[in-house]
Every structure is written in C-alpha cells, then in structure tokens.
C-alpha cells in the first residue's frame, strides 16, 4: 500500500508482527455475496506454519486511510505457498477490494495474534455459533475437531454457501439476522442451556458481529456457567 498503518499498525509492529504481500491468482464468485480469492502467500506459511482456524489481517485502502480486517485462510497449502480467503460481500473497502480483485493483483497482510489450542479435555459436544463472515473460521473449526458432534447456529442463509458440514455429526440452525443481532442471542438463550446440560465437556465457539459476540459471552460465561478456557469468543465484525 505504500502508506502507513496509523496507530493499529504500529502496536502490531511493537508487538512483533510479520508482515507479507499475497498475490492474486485466481477469484471464484460462489455466490453474488460471497466471493472466494485465490493467493500465493509471499512466503507466510513457510515463516509461520498453519494451524486451524488461522487468520490474517490484510490491509485496505480507505479513501486514503489504511484499513484492516481479518480473515480465515481456507485450503492453505504450505508446500505449494497458496491459500484462499473466502469474502462475505456487502458494503465497504474490503468487499470492493475483493469485488474487483484479479489475478497478478497483491495486497499487504500482517500476521500476528493467531493459534490454536484444543480443549483439554477435548469437547464432548463443540458449539460454534457464526455468520457468513465467521464460515470460513467455522469449516476449519469443524475440520479440526472432525470427531466432535457439532451444534451450529447460523446467523443468516446457508443456501448455496460453501458450508463443509457431515450432518450424520453437525445440527445446523438457521437463525435470519434481525434485531441487529437480537433474533440470534434470543434464540441461543433459548436453546442453549438445555443443549449443555445434556452433555459433559462443552466448548463453545463464538465468532459474529461484535456487540452479539460480547453479549453472548457474557451469557455463556456469566449466566450459564461455562468455564471461560472453554468459551473462545472473537467479533469478526461491527455493524454500521
């Protein structure tokens, strides 16, 4: 981008981040709000592996500000040095970024903050509750933990979606978004106590818009008692 990152790039800087630029090889539209863009990594995977759910920041430019958002690599190969990322399309730099991407086009990423870790002991039932933002997350979730009877709550349509799901093992339910994200956290409040009474060793996983993420955290963790090493909650995204 050729230009500085403001006050978000320099704590990154600070806190040792690896900086990379991804090259555009190829773009998929999967559908007319989801949109899926090929890379080489510039090197990444071979300086920092992979692991699931692995996220990247890469940096747009915002009417002339630097502007950074985070997304999931899907089908990283690390011998070959390519991946792809998988864009939920609505209004805004990134997505007219990824709308008009092609190939030999690149773009700056910053790598840090990213890992994985397991529950121990491992989840007797894993709760992931996203929205087409979080999906690429969610398949790699899903992926990672294969052994694992899933619930998912889904904010939003599936319908032609790229959703990796064995439904011999994964419930999904639908919830539409509405309410600003109030339609979601009723209906999680509703269902979800029952569902973790009814097994073990939950761990529940949750990646939606940021003010629904942190309330339901808040509700997992404070009122239905969850155990916060088994609560990972991440807001993908704010609502304008």
Request: with cysteine; hydrophobic share 40%.
């Amino acid at each position: 981008m050729g230009q500085g990152r403001g006050w978000e790039g320099t704590v990154l800087k600070l806190l040792r981040a690896k900086d990379f630029t991804f090259t555009v090889t190829g773009t998929e539209d999967v559908t007319a709000a989801y949109r899926r863009v090929r890379f080489t990594d510039g090197g990444m995977l071979a300086a920092t592996g992979d692991h699931p759910t692995m996220w990247v920041r890469l940096w747009f430019d915002n009417a002339g500000r630097p502007h950074q958002r985070a997304y999931t690599l899907v089908d990283p190969d690390p011998a070959a040095g390519s991946f792809s990322l998988e864009f939920a399309l609505h209004e805004g730099c990134a997505s007219d970024w990824a709308r008009a991407a092609k190939p030999g086009d690149t773009i700056e990423a910053t790598v840090r903050g990213t890992g994985f870790q397991e529950p121990d002991p491992g989840p007797s039932h894993l709760v992931a509750i996203g929205d087409p933002a979080s999906l690429p997350a969610i398949n790699s979730l899903l992926g990672a933990l294969c052994a694992t009877p899933a619930t998912v709550w889904f904010e939003g349509a599936l319908d032609g979606l790229p959703f990796r799901a064995d439904p011999d093992r994964i419930e999904v339910r639908e919830v539409p978004r509405s309410g600003a994200g109030a339609a979601l956290l009723e209906r999680v409040r509703a269902d979800l106590p029952e569902l973790l009474r009814s097994t073990p060793d939950p761990y529940v996983w949750i990646a939606c818009d940021t003010a629904t993420t942190r309330a339901l955290s808040a509700f997992v963790r404070k009122e239905l008692g969850v155990p916060k090493q088994r609560v990972n909650a991440l807001g993908y995204w704010r609502a304008g």
